[in-house]
């Protein structure tokens, strides 16, 4: 071939094919093109992308060369972890002795505007060379459970967004955050330490968000640290939320979800007083005031707690992210897809070089024994890590 006729082969390849390779490795794949591409080469797919796959091949004997390998003896909780520093995603796996596992995603999925965040928010699917026979597992995906004989899901994509006090509307998501770059703070078998960091404007005020995820083997919890830091020179208040459409129990289905706290479930939309209580969670348990849900229900749940003085300004379960009924209103959880749990913090202000750090513990809780009430796990941090997040420049 003529160097004219290579130069027309590859500027015909670049107008329909996109390459995308983030040094992952996971395998070569082919995807059906987007965006006037005809087609898309990858070394990874995230959640969102499996079903654009045309052609896979998965470079597994790599992997299982490759990958962090335990340090200690089978018969204790260990786990490993993928984490690309460049392009900020990843994934944490927990096995513990008694066959079961563990696991949290990190931006590995495309949001509603179909962009990919980069950091520490949970979402997303294994790599396609990580499922078992390079099936996808759908109930392994954003934070999941494996108790031996069934994937269970836990919690979904995160809907997390930070806005200014004086323009609560426009919400800056994640993915529209700049992207500075991450940290391996330390990774062993038994516990890992991440860090992601960011900038955006909040009322053409610039701020600095730090992100840190705190892991112990054998935990189904995780600590999620968020830092918001004024850096420029004038004040700003801000707004913060977290929230989830979990799907507890099963991927893409809110059916049986229903709020829990301590000492009570929620059956309608509700607010939840954050000073009397210091966790929240859905349970996947059924709703006796919709018609016609019945059962089975994984009797599965999840958690967030607020540890420190940071405490949310707002939490509630609804049928939808931003409306907030009272519980008097007597409004069902009923959506089929859509039962959600948010956290708020907000207005609050900010002043130059002022830093708020907002403490989260996330995870799965235990089923009860006797009443059927979910049990939050015992929450246990590591003073000593948070000391070195708080100091962190």
């Not at 979800?257 to 309608?268: E, M, S």
Request: charged content about 20%; overall charge negative; aromatic content about 12%.
């Amino acid at each position: 071939m003529s160097l004219v006729g290579l130069s027309l082969l590859l500027a015909a390849l670049a107008a329909t094919v996109r390459i995308t390779i983030h040094g992952d490795l996971e395998g070569i794949y082919i995807l059906k093109g987007t965006h006037g591409k005809l087609l898309e080469l990858k070394d990874d797919v995230l959640l969102g992308e499996f079903e654009r796959v045309l052609f896979k091949a998965d470079l597994r004997t790599f992997h299982l060369l490759s990958r962090h390998l335990p340090e200690s003896s089978s018969h204790e909780a260990y786990l490993t972890y993928q984490w690309n520093r460049k392009w900020g995603h990843g994934f944490v796996q927990s096995f513990a002795a008694d066959g079961s596992r563990f696991i949290v995603c990190f931006s590995r999925f495309r949001d509603s505007n179909d962009t990919v965040p980069r950091g520490l928010f949970v979402g997303g699917g294994l790599p396609y060379s990580r499922y078992e026979s390079s099936k996808v597992q759908l109930n392994e995906t954003g934070v999941a459970y494996y108790n031996n004989s069934h994937w269970y899901h836990i919690w979904c994509n995160a809907n997390e967004a930070i806005a200014g006090s004086n323009s609560p509307d426009r919400l800056q998501f994640p993915s529209n955050w700049e992207y500075l770059d991450s940290k391996i703070r330390y990774a062993t078998s038994k516990k890992i330490m991440l860090q992601s960091s960011h900038r955006t404007v909040i009322d053409h005020v610039p701020v600095q968000i730090e992100r840190f995820m705190l892991y112990r083997a054998g935990d189904r919890y995780f600590i999620l640290v968020t830092r918001i830091r004024n850096i420029g020179t004038q004040p700003t208040g801000y707004f913060f939320v977290y929230g989830d459409e979990p799907w507890v129990g099963d991927y893409g289905s809110s059916m049986g979800n229903v709020g829990w706290v301590q000492d009570r479930l929620y059956h309608y939309e509700a607010t939840v007083d954050p000073t009397r209580h210091n966790f929240a969670g859905m349970y996947d348990h059924g709703n006796p005031v919709v018609l016609g849900e019945h059962g089975p229900f994984s009797e599965m749940a999840n958690f967030i707690e607020w540890l420190g003085d940071l405490r949310p300004d707002l939490v509630y379960f609804s049928n939808k992210e931003g409306e907030i009924s009272d519980e008097s209103a007597r409004i069902p959880l009923s959506s089929r897809d859509n039962r959600v749990m948010f956290l708020q913090w907000g207005p609050r202000q900010l002043m130059p070089a002022q830093t708020e750090t907002i403490v989260l513990a996330i995870g799965m809780a235990d089923k009860g024994q006797r009443d059927g009430m979910p049990r939050k796990p015992k929450v246990s941090v590591d003073w000593a890590d948070i000391h070195t997040i708080m100091t962190t420049p």
